[in-house]
């Protein structure tokens, strides 16, 4: 049976939420690197202590949502219906607009296209979360490689499981980078929206199709 978290509960959530949200706008504001673990503490009336407990690196406070993702990607995974193959699990869970391919807002196109903007400039001009991503996306990797081999019965020595989830992952790193690169081109949140969905499904059927036939040299 499901329950609602209790009061103590609620009150962890609300504060973690309130040291996220303060933690981005100083990013936002003033770039990732140039704030520090105490000024968004100050910010947000707590302790240095107090962000550390909900946020173990000043990274995870930009990062806040990656372990959550994870988790929603594995499930979405584990639970697909009989005859469902990973990579079109994997493929309908990024286009249900999530993580960074989440394009609306309620203030409409112009509120997506400026959070888009913000969240594109802060990460590309730190080394910092630059190289957690990198880590990030490594771990994801780790963790649906283990997935697939656990559903396959893959022997220790297999490298096929890990072939397939850093295929998949490297889709996903890929359309990451589309979207920034049309980010910094200028382009508004509806255009990129389109285009990284019509990305998407090319670059997913090309892994379904196989790459016997892709990119043959011409005689």
Do not use: C, W
Not at 47 to 52: G, H
Not at 61 to 73: G, T
Request: glycine content about 6%; hydrophobic content about 45%.
């Amino acid at each position: 049976m499901h329950t609602s978290p209790g009061l103590r509960e609620r009150k962890k959530q609300r504060m973690r939420q309130l040291i996220a949200d303060t933690a981005r706008r100083l990013f936002a504001e003033r770039g990732f690197d140039a704030v520090t673990v105490v000024e968004v503490a100050r910010a947000a009336d707590v302790s240095e202590a107090t962000v550390f407990n909900y946020f173990p690196t000043k990274e995870d406070l930009f990062y806040n949502r990656l372990e959550a993702f994870e988790q929603d990607l594995l499930a979405a995974i584990r639970e697909r219906e009989a005859g469902t193959s990973v990579a079109a699990a994997f493929r309908d869970f990024l286009l249900q607009r999530r993580g960074v391919f989440d394009m609306k807002a309620a203030g409409g196109d112009e509120e997506a296209t400026e959070r888009i903007r913000t969240v594109t400039r802060v990460i590309t001009e730190s080394p910092a979360l630059l190289a957690r991503e990198r880590q990030v996306f490594t771990e994801y990797s780790r963790s649906l490689a283990a997935l697939i081999a656990e559903e396959t019965g893959a022997a220790p020595d297999d490298v096929a499981p890990a072939a397939v989830a850093n295929a998949l992952i490297g889709v996903h790193r890929s359309l990451i980078d589309y979207v920034r690169g049309r980010t910094m081109a200028g382009a508004r949140a509806s255009q990129i929206s389109r285009g990284v969905r019509a990305q998407a499904r090319q670059a997913f059927g090309q892994l379904e199709e196989g790459l016997a036939d892709f990119a043959v040299r011409e005689p």
